[in-house]
């Protein structure tokens, strides 16, 4: 096995689980860590992306792009990526993050969507550059289907892309699968972000590296949305045991997530019960709380109604679809108690 790239997301997924409250200092401090143990690529922005610091996404504590110039700042060798999704970030905020250090963009669309990336890749490749697709809650389309998208994210200048397990809904045979068939079809190369929910997130990963992936993600003791990401320090553990490590300090990363994750951690990210219902239903974290909400208006298990909106394939955006199925099964519910 090829040691791949290693993009260690905790300053931009780990935003979720830190209420996007990263204070300039634990940038630095994590930044700084991550480059010394040898990361190659530090993704650094709002949870959602370039922009994403609103009402509806939630506020930051410091402007993402002061947080990207002080990892830049301690970075020697380390490159700093940011995410940014199509109505969401504009062109304007790719470029200001670019002139605060920015090398690498990851473009993200749902997995139904990668026509409307087009323009943000021609002008990232415009601007120099390295661009990433990511192909959003990719468990919900097989494999056929998804190297339909990719290829287009090819078409238009992506370096890499992306199966992103967004809910963390795949079992280690959905990530093998999905990344085989991307590696098959594409010229570029193809990358893996997984998520925790089901407990499967280093074992996830490891299958999509079975499978060819060039690159993968992780962050810091998981810190991220949901039951957090692949740990950084853990893949590069597994990867040393593997003869795949990409140069990574393995002792580096675990007194980094021990010493400087750990303490300004809120909470330890793991697959609970809410964590594993939204892995098991293959919906967005996001929903959640809109579905605690329904469910005791309605007199429903919240479960019931994220497995629901799962079997409908429901995507960010469709948050209306929660009061329309808590509304149903109330409904059900009722009709089978007469």
């Known amino acids: 096995m090829r ?19 990263f204070t300039r200092e634990q940038v630095r401090d994590v930044a700084r860590a991550l480059d010394e143990a040898g990361v190659p690529v530090i993704e650094v922005t709002h949870g959602d992306g370039l922009a994403g610091a609103s009402i509806q996404y939630g506020f930051s504590k410091t402007p993402e792009m002061d947080l990207i110039s002080e990892a830049r700042s301690v970075c020697t060798r380390a490159r700093i990526a940011a995410l940014l999704i199509p109505g969401i970030g504009t062109v304007k905020e790719l470029k200001e993050a670019a002139e605060r250090g920015v090398e690498i963009v990851r473009i993200c669309t749902q997995c139904t969507e990668a026509d409307i990336s087009q323009e943000h890749f021609e002008i990232a490749k415009e601007m120099g550059l390295e661009a990433v697709g990511f192909l959003m809650m990719a468990h919900m389309r097989d494999p056929e289907f998804l190297v339909g998208q990719a290829k287009l994210m090819e078409s238009y200048g992506a370096d890499c892309v992306y199966i992103v397990d967004s809910a963390g809904a795949m079992l280690p045979e959905d990530a093998r699968e999905r990344v085989a068939a991307l590696k098959d079809a594409l010229q570029t190369e193809v990358g893996f972000h997984a998520h925790n929910n089901l407990g499967l997130a280093i074992g996830n990963a490891i299958a999509a590296l079975e499978a060819g992936a060039d690159q993968i993600d992780g962050s810091l003791r998981g810190l991220g949305a949901g039951a957090g990401n692949a740990q950084t320090e853990l893949l590069a553990a597994v990867l040393d045991r593997m003869g795949a490590n990409p140069d990574l300090d393995v002792f580096g990363l675990m007194d980094a997530a021990e010493y400087i994750i750990a303490p300004m951690m809120p909470f330890q990210p793991f697959p609970d019960r809410d964590s594993i219902t939204i892995g098991y239903a293959g919906v967005y974290s996001t929903f959640l709380l809109h579905a605690k909400h329904a469910a005791e208006r309605f007199g429903l298990d919240p479960r019931e109604i994220l497995v629901e909106l799962g079997r409908r394939q429901a995507v960010a955006g469709q948050e209306d679809w929660i009061l329309d199925v808590a509304v149903e099964l109330a409904h059900k519910k009722k009709q089978g108690a007469a």
């Open 3 to 21: 040691a791949p790239r290693l993009t260690d997301t905790s300053l931009r997924d780990g935003s979720h689980a830190m209420a996007h409250r």
